[in-house]
């Protein structure tokens, strides 16, 4: 069955619901991308939650602790300044508060804040350091006040409300930043993207003998020979190499056992048939020799069909084969001046193939149209993955619930094929197993101009 015919059977037997499909196309096909959605779904979570707990936590309480350390420095600078008020003595807190606590103030004496309450700085749409600062000096300060985070990139401007002026204060940012947060989420992405890279990297090499496996496995299905492969990666997957590896064994070895059988059978067979040949060609001219002889033909005829199909599966390499040339030798030496046979290629099409063995079924197959129409039409192409190989005649055909059994061995259709110009009903047989054994198909179908049609479709 071609893969267009098997993937719409599988879509409609499974009738996926339409969650479930969405689903499936979101999710990654291949083995390595869902192991590796299987490591990395944890770690993300595990990243979005201990970058969630430490925000939480650790930047929000380092951020409250230096706004209030920052808050109580300047009501410490305003209590000395209303302790001792004079010029002189505010020139020397100046200092001290400079050189001591980092703060730059001035005094713009006079000056009077614009009319705003704190409440309206405290905004969803704030800064977690505004929110803190905010609140510390609010606790601390208890006078009015404005802040500014973003006069300048590495300052901070506070302006409180004093009887006399405005305080000025200017504080670097680093007072009330720690550079932890960003250290820690840096060196948790960072290290998150090594590991993940070391678990691609390895979940890789733990694929590739798998995907070794299915090639060895789809290469023996289309009937090529298997030399490289071994069993190798994890105990599970050399235990199933292990077990392909028996399985062509015995394939192999089943298929030489019947061929040398077959073979010993043909040899045993021949020899008193060629003696009841000798022995009839002696006696007397007769209706009964002559049937007598008809039937012995008749059994030759069927022991060398019989060997023929079994020889369809031998020892026969397959080796690159173009289809345009292969159809051309055959469709050139079957040519006669009784049977037109057109040949129609698409394009140059390399397969590897067993040469001989397929010659052996295209040659039955358009030998039978041949033989049964005026006019024969070859024609090959690529679809997709595979090649197909049609074979039309307008002979007269056979019917639909037949097409099956004509499969069969030693099955002959007399009612709708001649049976004088019949064989011994193994050609289709024979075409067929050659087909399947190159991992393909052979179907009979109704002719587009009437007749019959021979699809093939071969894996590329």
Not at 33 to 52: E, F, H
Not at 330 to 352: F, N, W, Y
Not at 431 to 453: F, K, M, S, Y
Request: aromatic share 6%.
């Amino acid at each position: 069955m071609p893969p267009g015919i098997i993937a719409t059977a599988m879509a409609t037997a499974s009738a996926p619901t339409p969650h479930t499909s969405i689903l499936k196309r979101i999710l990654p096909r291949t083995l390595l991308g869902r192991a590796l959605l299987i490591i990395l779904s944890p770690l993300v979570l595990l990243q979005v939650i201990s970058t969630w707990v430490f925000y939480d936590r650790h930047y929000d309480n380092t951020t409250r602790r230096l706004s209030q350390a920052l808050a109580g420095e300047i009501a410490t600078v305003i209590q000395l300044m209303v302790r001792d008020p004079g010029s002189v003595e505010r020139l020397q807190i100046f200092r001290m508060a400079q050189r001591s606590m980092s703060l730059n103030l001035k005094l713009e004496e006079g000056a009077r804040l614009a009319d705003i309450s704190t409440s309206e700085s405290l905004n969803p749409f704030t800064s977690v350091l505004d929110r803190k600062l905010t609140t510390a000096m609010e606790e601390y300060v208890a006078r009015p006040f404005l802040i500014d985070t973003r006069a300048a990139r590495k300052q901070v401007k506070i302006q409180v409300q004093l009887a006399d002026g405005v305080l000025h204060i200017l504080v670097t940012r680093d007072r009330l930043f720690s550079s932890t947060t960003y250290i820690f989420i840096m060196w948790m992405v960072g290290s998150s993207i090594v590991l993940f890279g070391v678990a691609v990297v390895f979940m890789r090499n733990q694929v590739k003998p798998i995907r070794r496996l299915a090639q060895a496995a789809e290469g023996f299905g289309k009937g090529r020979d298997v030399t490289n492969f071994k069993p190798e990666g994890a105990t599970e997957v050399r235990q199933a190499a292990a077990a392909f590896l028996q399985m062509r064994s015995r394939i192999k070895r089943q298929i030489e056992q019947r061929t040398e059988f077959l073979a010993g059978v043909s040899h045993d067979l021949r020899t008193p048939l060629t003696r009841m040949k000798l022995q009839l060609a002696m006696l007397t001219q007769s209706a009964e020799a002559e049937n007598l002889q008809a039937d012995v033909s008749e059994m030759e005829s069927m022991v060398e069909g019989y060997l023929a199909f079994a020889r369809g599966e031998g020892t026969e390499q397959a080796v690159p084969t173009e289809i345009s040339t292969l159809l051309g030798e055959i469709v050139g030496r079957m040519r006669d001046h009784k049977t037109a046979i057109d040949l129609h290629i698409e394009e140059d099409i390399r397969v590897p193939l067993r040469r001989e063995t397929l010659r052996r079924c295209l040659t039955n197959l358009i030998g039978n149209a041949q033989r049964y129409a005026n006019q024969v039409t070859v024609s090959a192409g690529r679809r997709d993955h595979t090649v197909e190989i049609l074979i039309d005649d307008d002979g007269p055909g056979i019917p639909p619930d037949k097409r099956e059994q004509v499969f069969r061995p030693f099955y002959r259709l007399d009612e709708s094929r001649n049976p004088e110009t019949g064989g011994v009903g193994l050609g289709l047989t024979i075409a067929r197993d050659v087909v399947r054994n190159h991992g393909g198909e052979l179907t009979l179908e109704d002719a587009p101009g009437g007749g019959l049609r021979a699809r093939i479709w071969l894996p590329v």
